[in-house]
């Protein structure tokens, strides 16, 4: 009988005190927070993010310092950041040689994907450079620029620039675009 009243003494004194947590985060009253409700993604596109303007799309919340890694990185880690350099690009097809292009940045390295007025000459080292320096000259950040005029390459190139744009996180996107850029960049991975 000293059993059960022990018993039945210890699981009330446990239920009542059960009762009295207090699960409300004062700080978190009436805030929805958009990466509880999507799982399995590292850092969700946010509604009106405010790091987000007309001249240069940021996904991943433009955080740095996360201890992600740039393109080029085998090691499986993803970018800080991942953008389109609008900028770059007017400045580029200002170029009398130049009909399109398209340009993706990751951290200090830009990939950029044109087409060219006389599309059948190629890509000239001349041409090369001017397009390297445009971009440079709009984006002090860039230390690498690689130039492709590969008709897929462009192709490629703006769907990724779209995609961004629209908000696609880059978690898929950003191993499809490594394998790209690998593909048409090889001796910049071989080093």
Do not use: W
């Not at 009330?12 to 947590?21: D, E, F, I, P, Q």
């Not at 085998?74 to 900028?87: I, L, T, W």
Request: aromatic residues 6%; negative net charge.
């Amino acid at each position: 009988m000293k059993t059960k009243a022990l018993l039945a003494t210890a699981l009330t004194t446990l239920m009542l005190s059960a009762c009295g947590v207090n699960n409300n985060d004062n700080a978190k009253n009436n805030v929805n927070d958009t990466a509880l409700n999507n799982r399995d993604v590292t850092n969700p596109t946010r509604v009106n993010n405010p790091l987000t303007n007309d001249d240069d799309y940021i996904n991943n919340n433009g955080r740095t310092g996360n201890g992600l890694t740039p393109v080029g990185n085998n090691d499986g880690n993803q970018p800080s950041k991942m953008r389109v350099a609008d900028r770059a690009v007017d400045k580029i097809v200002a170029l009398p040689e130049v009909d399109r292009a398209s340009v993706v940045v990751t951290d200090d390295n830009a990939y950029v994907a044109a087409r060219l007025v006389d599309n059948n000459k190629g890509l000239s080292s001349d041409v090369e450079r001017k397009i390297a320096d445009q971009v440079k000259a709009a984006d002090k950040s860039i230390n690498d620029v690689y130039v492709s005029v590969n008709p897929d390459f462009y192709d490629r190139m703006t769907n990724y620039a779209n995609d961004i744009r629209n908000g696609k996180p880059i978690e898929g996107l950003y191993d499809e675009f490594t394998n790209t850029v690998q593909r048409v960049f090889p001796t910049h991975y071989n080093k």
